[in-house]
């Protein structure tokens, strides 16, 4: 899975794992005042790292799925292309086929690839990771703008300046924290050309999720999305997904510390494996948040 | 004294100690201090030691953008931080000057917050030692007696107003600089924070969405009908946009001609549709009012001597020339000058002409009487100098609206023109020597 390889990477970002034989030691000396204080940064680093791993352990923990169906891609128009002759050669296994000289988007394909990407959105949202959307349409940029604020993220839909993610240090700020997921609403600029980002993302190690429609370059994209990026519909639709995807990946995790603060020590065991981030029965009403069976 | 010796003045926070003070405490070529202080072996310790104390704290107001100064800036304050009694300021030439990759860096130097206080720490002491010396209340010296203060010990005959000495509080000189932009976890705090303009672009966003809001308001009152062309009566002449030196000092970012023009653009599309209180007041924001120029001249109240006759006075200057008019009421037209008729003391008519266009302008020509005194000059710049002395006596006589289209006329205006120096190397102020290729 993708999510291992960008597991390391992800640690680093913020979490530190808990060094074990140290805690190990540390147990040993129960009982006395000094020993009870030193458990204590060692419960928070065990308690952090348990609740790092917890949606690790089902295959959609956020119940991404829910959140759209075929159907309403296809209300929403995402399965429109452009003409034939904008085809770009590497999104042939994506695209349907035609309807009079206009490409139609294998919507199943859709549906998966936006699974995937809905999926590792959240996970990189729970991890408290820092996303940024990005688009150089001047149509959606207000909105992309307002989705990023309302969900606590970043955007930038402006002038890419050159050296913003491979000369950060000098942009932006010597100790700065670059992003840890890079949304693409729409891949091109506005001269039709390949987002200066989508290369500048892939030199600096960082995954993105993008938009991807018949005339765009799926390539360099972690998790590429075939669908429509103009029409309206298409893109409010897909905003809103991501937007949801990330606030509900939140509020997991704020329910999922609040959850083990109560607890105490010891975590919590995986009563049920199928029932995913429930930790214990008496808890798992208050954890709403659309479980399926 | 030793050019070459260290100077040991002491810092002003040390000035407790009864250490011996160096008289006559000169220092090497100070980046900072324009005269060294002077060798005064008489003078008392605390007026030495201020004499050589307060040079550190004149700052030479220059531009941000001036990176030498501000190289020069990081030798003042190293030199000042070494707290130790002072050195000889070394330019300290960090590895960030001397490579040429790292100018933008060095453009964008930065002061830390402790820095800052320092300074103004040091300010405060140095501007009570500036009152003892003039004698004044520490207390109840104000930044004008300060600036009052520095023309008079440090008089300086340089045209450039900015860069002439002053002593101003740094909060003034350094600019303004943003905080560290993110949080203990590394996640910046403003949205648009990986724009590289957040200020801007989130002012901008927030004018688009304002603009959309006024547009759907407009779309729904058009649809129930209620509809109604109004005019905008409210941007006349009495106001203006804010410049873009005023917006980048209101966003403390750096922008482009284009970023400017494009935000004017937009908040002309704001004010152009209906919009409601709140708009009107995000509008308001970026807009200055225009002072109309003629508010500003003092028009004098008329005076009336023994007969009874009203006259009123006016100054002029012209080059070197310095004149002054005394205009009656009523008269023939006379005009005297130094005692002597106009007529022989300006046998040129060029001059005579000066001399008659303000009557001319407002239809008074033979109305007034005029007396008036003139020195210096040659004969067109004493003629220049009694026409403006001649107009601004007039400003008592007549309406405010002839003042104005006398001050559009520019018979309000002193001429700045001067005699532009000799240089060295040069013929004159422009003309070169002749070029000779061989």
Redesign the interface.
């Known amino acids: 899975m993708a999510t291992g390889a960008v597991l390391p990477r992800l640690l680093g970002?913020?979490v530190r794992a808990a060094p074990r034989g140290r805690a190990a030691q540390r147990g040993r000396t129960l009982g006395s005042a000094a020993a009870a204080a030193a458990r204590e940064p060692e419960r928070d680093s065990d308690r952090s790292a348990r609740i790092l791993s917890e949606p690790l352990k089902h295959s959609d923990f956020f119940n991404v799925k829910e959140l759209f169906s075929v159907r309403s891609l296809f209300n929403a128009r995402v399965h429109l292309g452009h003409k034939a002759g904008c085809r770009h050669r590497f999104m042939e296994p994506y695209i349907f086929g035609s309807r009079l000289g206009q490409d139609i988007i294998d919507l199943e394909q859709t549906a998966t690839h936006l699974q995937l990407a809905l999926n590792f959105t959240a996970h990189v949202a729970f991890r408290?990771g820092?996303i940024?959307f990005v688009s150089r349409a001047r149509q959606f940029s207000?909105l992309i703008?307002?989705t990023?604020?309302s969900c606590?993220?970043?955007?930038?839909t402006?002038y890419f300046?050159g050296g913003?993610l491979t000369n950060a240090p000098?942009?932006?700020?010597a100790?700065?924290?670059l992003?840890d997921l890079i949304i693409f609403l729409h891949t091109l600029n506005n001269v039709f050309e390949p987002h200066v980002a989508v290369r500048d993302a892939a030199k600096m190690s960082i995954p993105t999720v993008g938009v991807v429609d018949t005339n765009c370059n799926p390539c360099l994209i972690t998790y590429p999305v075939p669908g429509n990026d103009d029409s309206p519909p298409a893109v409010q639709l897909f905003c809103q997904l991501f937007q949801t995807a990330v606030t509900r990946a939140k509020e997991k995790r704020r329910q999922l510390e609040a959850l083990y603060r109560l607890q105490g020590a010891p975590g919590p065991h995986p009563a049920d494996p199928a029932a995913p981030g429930a930790p214990s029965p008496g808890a798992q009403a208050q954890l709403g948040v659309g479980h399926s069976p | 004294m030793a050019g070459h010796a260290p100077c040991s003045a002491p810092l002003p926070g040390s000035l407790a100690d009864p250490a011996p003070i160096c008289a006559g405490a000169v220092c090497r070529p100070c980046p900072i201090a324009l005269r060294p202080a002077p060798p005064a072996p008489n003078m008392a310790a605390p007026s030495v030691s201020c004499g050589a104390a307060v040079p550190y704290r004149l700052f030479l107001a220059g531009r941000v953008s001036f990176a030498r100064e501000q190289g020069l800036w990081k030798a003042a304050a190293s030199g000042l931080q070494t707290g130790t009694r002072c050195q000889i300021l070394r330019l300290k030439h960090s590895p960030a000057v001397t490579t040429k990759k790292n100018v933008?860096?060095l453009r964008r130097e930065s002061y830390t917050v402790d820095f800052i206080k320092k300074q103004i720490e040091e300010f405060n002491i140095g501007k009570r030692h500036l009152a003892n010396m003039m004698g004044e209340d520490p207390e109840t010296f104000t930044q004008e007696d300060v600036d009052r203060a520095i023309t008079y010990l440090f008089p300086s005959g340089l045209f450039e107003k900015r860069a002439r000495p002053i002593m101003k509080h740094p909060e003034e000189i350094f600019p303004k600089q943003r905080a560290?932009?993110?949080g203990e976890?590394?996640?910046?705090f403003h949205?648009?924070?990986?724009?590289?303009?957040q200020s801007y672009?989130s002012l901008m966003?927030e004018a688009?969405?304002k603009v959309?809001h006024a547009e759907e308001r407009q779309d729904q009152l058009r649809a129930k009908g209620l509809f109604s062309e109004k005019s905008k009566s409210k941007d006349p002449i009495g106001s203006r946009w804010l410049i873009k030196e005023e917006l980048e000092e209101m966003l403390v970012e750096k922008l482009s001609d284009q970023d400017y023009a494009q935000f004017i653009r937009l908040l002309e599309r704001l004010s152009a549709l209906p919009c409601d209180a709140a708009e009107e007041e995000f509008v308001g924001r970026f807009r200055r009012t225009v002072t109309v120029q003629s508010k500003k001249h003092l028009i004098e109240p008329l005076q009336y001597d023994e007969q009874g006759m009203a006259f009123s006075t006016g100054q002029g200057k012209r080059k070197t020339a310095n004149a002054e008019a005394v205009v009656y009421g009523h008269g023939s037209g006379k005009i005297e000058i130094n005692g002597v008729d106009y007529l022989l003391y300006f046998p040129v008519t060029q001059d005579r002409e000066q001399l008659m266009f303000p009557f001319h302008f407002l239809d008074r020509l033979g109305k007034h009487d005029v007396t008036c005194t003139v020195s210096g000059g040659g004969r067109s710049s004493q003629a220049g100098a009694i026409r403006l002395a001649m107009s601004r006596a007039l400003c008592s006589f007549i309406t405010e609206d002839e003042v104005e289209w006398m001050r559009q006329a520019g018979l309000l205006t002193t001429d700045p023109r001067v005699r532009e120096r000799k240089k060295p190397g040069q013929e004159g102020a422009r003309r070169k020597f002749t070029w000779k290729k061989r």
């Open positions: 970002a913020g408290g820092i940024l207000h703008e307002s990023a604020r606590g993220e970043y955007a930038h402006r300046k913003l000098l942009l932006l700020g100790q700065v924290r992003p | 933008a860096a560290v932009q993110w976890d590394g996640r910046p949205f648009l924070f990986y724009t590289g303009k672009y966003h688009y969405g959309l």
